[in-house]
């Protein structure tokens, strides 16, 4: 059996199942935002407040680390069957990963005020 160093589950299994569970916290996240701005005036005030609450902060640290999970995994499966070439492939990855890198390290950032 052939392992790539590349996949982030190491197996299908795995990124499948990566897969499905960043996709549960993705929708819990959105429905909640969306209850939330339906459910209240949303102002600075209360989208500070809420940013403010350290359990808020926990969970859409969770949802920025799944949103790179996933793109990684889909992103990874699509250029695995459609960039035969290793060379090619690996560059576009490797492109992939610095851009999802720096995405999650900017927004743990800007959530956290480092």
Request: charged share 10%; with cysteine; hydrophobic share 55%.
């Amino acid at each position: 059996m052939v392992n790539s160093v590349t996949n982030l589950g190491r197996s299908g299994v795995f990124d499948w199942l990566i897969q499905r569970v960043t996709a549960y916290v993705l929708a819990l996240y959105t429905i909640f935002l969306l209850g939330f701005m339906l459910a209240s005036d949303v102002n600075y005030d209360t989208w500070s407040s809420l940013f403010g609450q350290t359990w808020f902060r926990i969970f859409s640290l969770l949802t920025l680390l799944s949103i790179g999970a996933h793109a990684w995994v889909g992103l990874w499966t699509v250029t695995t069957d459609y960039i035969k070439p290793m060379g090619p492939r690996f560059f576009v990855q490797a492109a992939c990963g610095l851009t999802m890198f720096v995405y999650v390290v900017w927004g743990i950032q800007i959530l956290w005020g480092l």
